[in-house]
């Protein structure tokens, strides 16, 4: 029987099937002896031991369409990052880290600004134009005047997706908005996904719909931008790549170089400038780690 890992603890792996089952698999020998470990988000064949206590044992790990090593889990289709507009004010710094690590595991992301219903039209605009060049998808709701709940749901069906974003931008209203039959019948997948930050918690993926799959990211507060090189970074920002090649050394890194045609992009308003802030302040701190 085919499933989904959607949550290890122990040496044990919940698995949740087509039929909506969820069977406790332990993984077979052939795994260890050949130094694989199941990922949440994996999808296997199970072979059922005792279908009316559902418990099985995972026998094959179909291949991998992505993975992750923080949080170690596989076959994330796209990844959704959630802000307020507003408040809490939204750390834009924080949101092109994210941005930078998914594009590094060349996972696609989408940008939600939520909360727009205490938020300007024009502080709205300013928000999605910062990244409207970042190659990332941009949408606005708000779960307060039932806007984007639609537009959500499309981007997020049939889908595996990591959820993330600080606390207090809206999450789980979000959830409870665009999946609320799934929050009904599942202990509301949305309280589970909004855990206190000192909660042990494992990684673990809600089935919110038949296909449609939504994992929480810990961790998100804290991220860096992985194990990568200050001059690498450019090619992790969108907005860059068509201004590749055309500068006058080889190898610029768009910061203090002269003739850079980013620099002028930048200057004649063809790439955002905040975004470009924010590009130097992670190439400056990735430049001044210390090399062990």
Request: hydrophobic share 35%; proline share 3%.
């Amino acid at each position: 029987m085919l499933g989904k890992i959607i949550k290890g603890i122990a040496g044990f792996y919940y698995v949740h099937t087509a039929s909506g089952g969820v069977y406790e698999c332990n993984a077979k020998g052939v795994f260890r002896n050949r130094n694989i470990k199941p990922l949440v988000g994996d999808n296997v064949d199970i072979d059922i031991v005792d279908d009316a206590k559902l418990i099985g044992s995972i026998n094959r790990i179909l291949p991998r369409d992505s993975e992750l090593i923080r949080p170690a889990v596989a076959n994330i289709d796209q990844a959704m990052v959630v802000f307020a507009s507003v408040s809490p004010a939204p750390n834009l710094n924080l949101l092109s880290r994210f941005i930078v690590n998914m594009e590094q595991n060349n996972i696609d992301t989408i940008i939600c600004f939520n909360k727009t219903d205490q938020a300007r039209e024009a502080k709205i605009e300013e928000l999605c134009g910062v990244f409207a060049d970042s190659g990332c998808t941009v949408v606005t709701s708000s779960v307060k005047e039932n806007k984007g709940i639609d537009a959500l749901k499309k981007l997020l069906a049939g889908k595996t997706t990591a959820f993330a974003g600080p606390s207090g931008t809206g999450k789980s209203s979000i959830l409870n908005a665009v999946f609320p039959e799934a929050n009904s019948k599942t202990g509301d997948i949305s309280v589970r996904i909004n855990r206190g930050k000192h909660t042990t918690r494992h990684t673990e993926i809600f089935c919110a719909a038949p296909g449609t799959y939504i994992m929480d990211t810990p961790g998100f507060t804290s991220l860096e931008c992985g194990e990568i090189e200050a001059d690498e970074l450019r090619f992790y920002f969108n907005e860059f790549k068509i201004y590749e090649g055309r500068c006058r050394f080889n190898g610029c890194v768009h910061v203090n170089e002269p003739d850079c045609a980013v620099k002028a992009a930048v200057g004649s308003g063809k790439i955002n400038r905040t975004r470009y802030d924010i590009y130097v302040s992670l190439y400056n701190e990735l430049k001044s780690k210390r090399k062990y």
